[in-house]
């Protein structure tokens, strides 16, 4: 027992080391495929972040927009070192910065890395600073030495720094490979998580076929299906399916109420229509076994119709009337003789008071209390030899003989009668259009608020059995 444990408990463990690792790649691959979403947060936030992972993903500075900011930044040394607007190798620069301007509206260099709404935002943010309509006027009104000397360099580069240097450095130039698309070498930090699932999957494989012989090599590998998605180099956002299978197997996450949740939703999804599919298919065979006249061979058991199979060479109607009989001479009449004593005697009663020489009779003294025992005892002479004669009838082998000969008379002639053609057509058709209603107004009546009561009783009876374990 003890060894058992200690089984149990290595495997427990040994399955929340694969789950971490599992949990452990797929935040890699949702931070992966999320990384070029967030780099302009990641750039302004944690830029050591873009400084490693932007290799990854092919990366580089774009070299239109990086000799912008660095003419931008050899501006500010010389204005800092100088403090004098106007001198020439200012002016220099005033006028590269006015060319790169216009370029950088023009060519778009922001277009390979899908970030012309960054341009647009940097002109509009020029346009709104300098009251122009145009950003090329913009941009060169604001690299003049007139406007920095007229609004002061330092406050304008201030600007420059705070509102437009930010959204230029998020511009970058992404490497094509020969394939057409992106470089992205995110598949080197995949590949040693792909290796491990790949050797655990096979390891798992191999236990699986020895436990279950009689599967197929492909049988125990879909055994452990969702595992697949981790081996997949494409679509790799399916990983999550095994991830949270694993957590919960290594229990490091209960997904139980989850779960049951998942299986009533598909049950209450499907299960209306899955009853009702089955019902009308049942009504459907019973309709056609009508139409083509099984139900009445079944019923009337004749040779003429289509053979009927008996599995115990007994007729069921017969005895079954048998034993309806036998209950109600022997177990019901006893119990319900007073109450016929009381109906036959009220009914002799009423006779009597009907008649109209007992009607003169009873002025005389004494004839009604006679009238009330006579009547009585007529009525349970009456009831006795009734009951008598029944169980006579059960007991006695000729009495019996003969109810059997007349059970047998009564369902030839039954039979001769129902097989004429206009009385077997009407009780046909009675009868599928009886079951059509039935499918009408009862089968395709079933409410999703039934199933939810069905599904809420299930869930209360799954409840009160877990918690006698």
């Known amino acids: 027992m003890a060894n058992l444990n200690s089984r149990k408990q290595y495997k427990l463990w040994f399955e ?10 797929l935040g890699l691959v949702l931070f992966d495929l999320s990384y070029i979403y967030w780099r302009d947060y990641y750039l302004r936030y ?45 002016e220099t620069q005033l006028e590269e910065l006015r060319r790169l301007s216009a370029e950088m509206i023009n060519d778009n260099p922001f277009a390979l890395a899908e970030k012309s709404g960054t341009l647009e935002k940097i002109k509009n943010r020029m346009r709104d600073h300098l009251n122009q309509e145009s950003a090329k006027q913009a941009f060169a009104i604001f690299w003049s030495q007139e406007y920095l000397l007229q609004n002061g360099w330092t406050e304008e580069i201030r600007f420059f720094n705070q509102q437009i240097r930010p959204l230029i450095a998020t511009n970058y130039f992404r490497q094509i490979g020969e394939n057409g698309k ?3 070498n995110f598949w080197k930090i995949d590949l040693p998580f792909i290796c491990i699932f790949a050797v655990e999957l096979a390891v798992r494989t191999y236990y699986i076929k020895r436990r279950y012989p009689f599967f197929s090599w492909l049988n125990a590998i879909l055994w452990r299906w969702y595992d697949l998605f981790l081996l997949l180099p494409f679509w790799p956002w399916l990983r999550i399916i095994p991830v949270i299978i694993r957590l919960d197997q290594a229990e490091l996450l209960n997904l139980q109420p989850i ?25 459907n065979q019973i309709q056609n076994s009508i139409r083509r006249g099984d139900l009445v061979s079944w019923f009337l058991r004749q040779e003429n119709l289509r053979p009927y199979i008996d599995i115990n060479n007994v007729n069921e109607i017969e005895a079954i009337a048998a034993i309806l009989v036998q209950t109600i001479v022997y177990q019901v009449l006893p119990k319900i003789q007073p109450e016929l004593v009381a109906i036959l005697q009220h009914n002799i009663d009423g006779a009597l008071n009907h008649a109209p020489i007992y009607r003169n009779l009873q002025s005389f003294p004494g004839v009604t209390q006679m009238q009330t025992q006579l009547s009585e005892q007529l009525a349970t002479q009456l009831t006795t030899n009734l009951y008598n004669a029944l169980v006579n009838s059960v007991e006695d082998p000729v009495s019996a003989k003969l109810a059997t000969q007349l059970v047998q008379r009564f369902s030839q002639a039954l039979a001769g009668e129902m097989q004429k053609k206009h009385v077997l057509l009407e009780l046909q058709s009675l009868l599928v259009d009886f079951f059509e209603e039935v499918k009408i107004n009862y089968v395709k009546r079933l409410s999703q608020e039934d199933f939810e009561k069905i599904l809420e009783q299930t869930r209360h009876l799954r409840t009160n059995v877990e918690g006698r374990r």
Do not use: M, W
Request: proline share 5%; aromatic share 4%.
């Open 46 to 90: 944690i830029p050591v972040i873009v400084d490693i992972y932007d290799p990854i993903k092919g990366i580089q500075p774009h070299r239109e927009t990086e000799k912008y900011l660095n003419t931008v930044d050899e501006l500010q040394k010389q204005l800092r070192s100088q403090n004098n607007v106007q001198s020439p190798q200012v």
């Open 182 to 184: 992106f470089i992205d």
């Open 259 to 283: 779960r049951q949740q998942i299986h009533l939703g598909v049950v209450s999804n499907f299960a209306e229509e899955l009853t009702e599919i089955v019902v009308v298919r049942v009504i």
């Open 16 to 25: 929340r080391v694969i789950a971490i690792i599992a949990t452990l790649n």
